[in-house]
């Protein structure tokens, strides 16, 4: 109860201080609102952006192991490309493989992908990315469906001509009926529309979506490629498991599986490149950091000059309320409850001002920025009221230490 009181009584001097004078205090409090609307709208552009392009990199998969000719590379360094464009790429035999002998994965599979152009009727739609999947390529990525169904085992083991299209090929070749069951052509072919992918909606930076791809049978998708070194390059990827962290475990397994496939001797080298796929979600996290390093420097030196505000506000505060805590110490009051009065004042104060920058940015994330949504999360509130709270208490703890300090002889003395 006792803390209770003193906290409402704290709070009611930090309101009649900001009514004593509301222009000055207004002033000072806008260094704080400016540098807290700094931060948390760079942490909000931020995080919105980071979390919509990994989102639009989700057709790599999570937990997913590549194996590809060329490694994936971080910044500068010596890429010796003329190498790795002379590796055989990954062939169906490998991908059999690795599907019966992985102890570590999940799943494994392979896919090969061209953009192509699929008609029906006097509609076509150009530019779609098509991909010829094996029956386990829904082990591997997600395979999201609004109508329909996917390939039965037998469907692509027979190399049926079936195909799974995104919703805005469905609508645009059947604009008027439903696409289930209808024929479309690719390169002369007919296909038996069986599946219609779930609609993702306006893609992000113009990456992939499946709202404009389609999958068919890995051995249907071969009679109109050609696959192989010379032609489309097949990729082999496997899912590792959620106990197995950084994959290591899945990596180190296909490493020897393919070295025993290809021949290798224990002194030749691989001559292929395990490519994890977060290595892309982690180079964009990076670049982010980056990015937020830069907006906690911009907002504090704001939050810097605010903080010299609240403590100007709390040193007139102080000393004009002389008499008044000279009265509090005669009656009896300890130096930690003028102490406590007077830093609860102004982390209430830095609160009012932190509190106007995080509205700011609140009503910010209501103006349309096309594809990107705005979205002020929990941990963005919660970090600007952390770090308001503690602008409040640096910039009160050394008026409240001379508050709490004052002999109550000569505090009641003052005029």
Do not use: H
Not at 35 to 46: D, N, P, R, S
Not at 162 to 174: D, R, S
Request: proline share 3%; hydrophobic share 45%; aromatic share 12%.
């Amino acid at each position: 109860m006792l803390f209770l009181k003193l906290s409402w009584e704290s709070f009611r001097f930090a309101i009649s201080a900001l009514k004593s004078n509301l222009t000055r205090t207004i002033l000072s409090l806008l260094g704080v609102t400016i540098g807290i609307f700094a931060i948390i709208a760079v942490f909000t552009l931020v995080d919105s952006l980071e979390g919509k392009i990994k989102s639009s990199f989700a057709f790599l998969g999570t937990n997913v192991m590549r194996v590809d000719r060329f490694p994936f590379a971080n910044g500068p360094q010596d890429y010796p490309w003329w190498k790795y464009f002379q590796r055989p790429p990954g062939t169906y035999a490998e991908y059999k493989f690795l599907e019966e002998r992985l102890n570590n994965a999940d799943g494994v599979t392979i896919s090969a992908s061209s953009s192509a152009t699929i008609q029906a009727g006097s509609n076509s739609y150009q530019g779609t990315s098509l991909s010829g999947v094996a029956y386990t390529y829904q082990d591997v990525f997600e395979v999201a469906l609004e109508e329909g169904r996917y390939f039965s085992e037998a469907e692509i083991n027979a190399s049926r001509n079936l195909i799974i299209i995104g919703k805005k090929i469905a609508t645009t070749l059947f604009p008027n009926e439903p696409a289930l069951g209808k024929e479309v052509k690719i390169k002369g072919m007919k296909f038996t529309v069986i599946g219609i992918f779930e609609e993702e909606g306006e893609g992000f930076l113009e990456l992939p979506s499946k709202d404009e791809a389609c999958l068919v049978p890995y051995g249907a998708f071969s009679k109109m490629y050609y696959t192989g070194r010379d032609g489309l390059e097949p990729t082999i990827s496997a899912k590792g498991r959620d106990t197995d962290v950084g994959l290591v475990a899945l990596e180190n397994e296909m490493a020897g599986l393919l070295r025993a496939k290809r021949g290798l001797k224990p002194t030749q080298e691989n001559n292929f490149a395990l490519n994890k796929t977060e290595f892309i979600q982690n180079a964009i996290g990076s670049i982010f950091d980056v990015i937020s390093v830069a907006g906690w420097v911009i907002g504090g030196f704001s939050i810097l000059v605010g903080g010299f505000g609240i403590a100007n506000i709390m040193f007139v505060s102080v000393r004009e309320r002389t008499n008044i805590i000279g009265i509090q110490k005669s009656l009896g009051a300890r130096n930690y409850f003028i102490l406590f009065q007077f830093l609860f004042e102004a982390v209430c104060l830095s609160l009012i001002g932190g509190g106007s920058g995080i509205l700011l940015v609140y009503l910010l994330s209501f103006i349309p920025l096309g594809s990107l949504d705005l979205i002020l999360s929990f941990n963005n509130i919660i970090l600007g009221l952390g770090v308001s709270s503690a602008i409040g208490v640096v910039a009160g703890i050394v008026p409240a230490t001379l508050a709490a300090r004052m002999d109550p002889v000569e505090a009641i003395r003052t005029n």
